[in-house]
């Protein structure tokens, strides 16, 4: 069984920065995605980043394309979202999320796993 567990959400002003963790319990064996996603209020929940696994290609939203960047450490046991030139925009609950092969990564119909999800909210 893997279980995520996030940190790194607060508050932060427009223009800011912040760095998301997504520690990993567990092991994937195999081809794995790591996504990003969050749910601003009122919104439906939306995929922002994925990382792939092995390998650290990336893929994201063009609403945080080059201002947000999704990485892992060496030993793959913790997830990073680190977010830059923040907006009001992006406010909301962010949470990592996995599933098992590099299909479909970005839905969150087939995710296998949550984090819990930290809130992140950019004031101006």
């Known amino acids: 069984q893997v279980q995520l567990v996030e940190s790194g959400g607060g508050p932060v002003q427009t223009g800011g920065s912040l760095r998301l963790s997504c520690q990993v319990y567990?092991?994937?064996?195999?081809?794995?995605?790591m996504g990003w996603f969050r749910q601003a209020p009122g919104k439906e929940r939306e995929n922002v980043a994925i990382?792939?696994?092995?390998?650290?290609?990336?893929d994201y939203a063009d609403s945080v394309k080059g201002r947000f960047t999704a990485s892992q450490n060496t030993a793959r046991t913790t997830w990073y979202l680190q977010m830059n030139s923040l907006k009001v925009d992006d406010t909301g609950t962010y949470y990592c999320?996995?599933?098992?092969?590099?299909?479909?990564?970005?839905?969150?119909?087939?995710?296998?796993?949550w984090g819990q999800g930290t809130q992140v909210t950019v004031s101006s």
């Open positions: 999320a996995a599933h098992v092969g590099w299909q479909n990564c970005t839905r969150q119909d087939v995710v296998n796993y």
């Open positions: 567990g092991y994937f064996y195999g081809l794995y995605c």
């Open positions: 990382i792939y696994s092995p390998g650290e290609a990336t």
